[in-house]
């Protein structure tokens, strides 16, 4: 406990700015790492139940008839818990992965806003391009084996050495180039859609106060853009990243096959539950985020 104390001690950021770190960066760091494990626990069972929809082929008889056939196949056989399956893996990800992702656009913010704060639509959209992070990788093999009648990783620890000593570390960077284009174009739009509300908003007063239900209305609305915008890519990612990923040579390849097997729509699959985990997450996370800045800076006042 002593050591997230320090992180947020003002008498410590001395030490952070020898590594040319603002105490707005710091702050994105450490509240962006606490924000995503909260934001996770919540809506782990919807990204759970879209994984499993983008694992499920078109076949002539397909295992899921839709997302809520997917939520009583899997209670019925695991029970409610079997819908966290694979949490740990994603938990131990986000920490750091939000607070790398709000740390970053914090420190780019801080470079590329004008002496108001603001950011021009151009700033917005690259500050967000780059808060981008081998997490997925894991997740959706953990995910994808679960659905195999013998499982054969009995856990996070187990899942990760068992891909490492079968496949080398270029098992869990599987997909790679997908996930970077998803992860990207991910907080592009997302953060490029949340800065312009908010600045729409505010009318250019970047101190002007806006209410947490409209935050997370505005987190809604920047989470739905992105899942129209990057589905596609993210059914590809999570392909590729799955245990048939064998039968693709490449992302491209794997983009084409599904085109010539499956059709157009076979790239939106998953959107339902990945548009109702993404809004819930976004909105979460940006209302939790801003509350903890306005708690935090009633004891963490800016030198």
């Known amino acids: 406990m002593s050591g997230a104390v320090n992180a947020t001690n003002p008498g410590s950021l001395s030490l952070w700015k020898r590594y040319g770190l603002s105490e707005n960066t710091v702050r994105g760091i450490t509240i962006g790492g606490l924000t995503g494990a909260i934001e996770i626990c919540i809506t782990f069972p919807t990204e759970y139940v879209k994984t499993q929809l983008q694992l499920d082929e078109r076949s002539a008889q397909p295992k899921y008839k839709g997302p809520i056939d997917c939520v009583k196949q899997t209670v019925r056989g695991h029970g409610f818990f079997g819908l966290y399956r694979g949490l740990s893996v994603l ?6 992965k939000s607070g790398a992702r709000f740390g970053t656009f914090e420190y780019l913010k801080g470079r590329a806003a004008d002496e108001n704060g603001n950011l021009s639509p151009v700033k917005r ?3 967000g391009l780059g808060a981008v992070t081998p997490m997925e990788t894991i997740k959706v093999k953990l995910i994808h084996d679960q659905t195999l009648e013998k499982p054969k990783y009995r856990g996070f620890a187990h899942g990760v050495s068992t891909i490492v000593r079968t496949e080398g570390l270029k098992g869990i960077y599987q997909g ?6 998803k992860q990207g174009s991910n907080q592009a739009i ?10 729409w908003y505010r009318g250019g007063d970047n101190t002007k106060p806006i209410a947490k239900p409209l935050v997370g209305l505005m987190g809604a ?3 739905a853009a992105s899942v129209y915008g990057n589905t596609p890519v993210d059914v590809v990612k999570t392909r590729m990243q799955g245990l048939d990923r064998h039968k693709y040579k490449n992302t491209l390849d794997c983009a084409l096959q599904i085109w010539r097997k499956e059709g157009f729509f076979a790239f939106y699959k998953g959107t339902v539950p990945r548009l109702s985990r993404v809004c819930l997450d976004v909105a979460i996370t940006f209302m939790i985020y801003d509350s903890i800045i306005e708690a935090l800076n009633k004891y963490w006042k800016k030198a």
Do not use: H, N, Q, W
């Open 125 to 127: 959209l690259l500050c």
């Open 221 to 223: 609305v920047a989470g």
């Open 190 to 199: 997302r953060f490029f859609v949340m800065e312009t509300l908010k600045d």
């Open 176 to 181: 790679l180039s997908a996930t970077i284009m």
């Open 91 to 96: 938990l131990y990800g986000s920490i750091p």
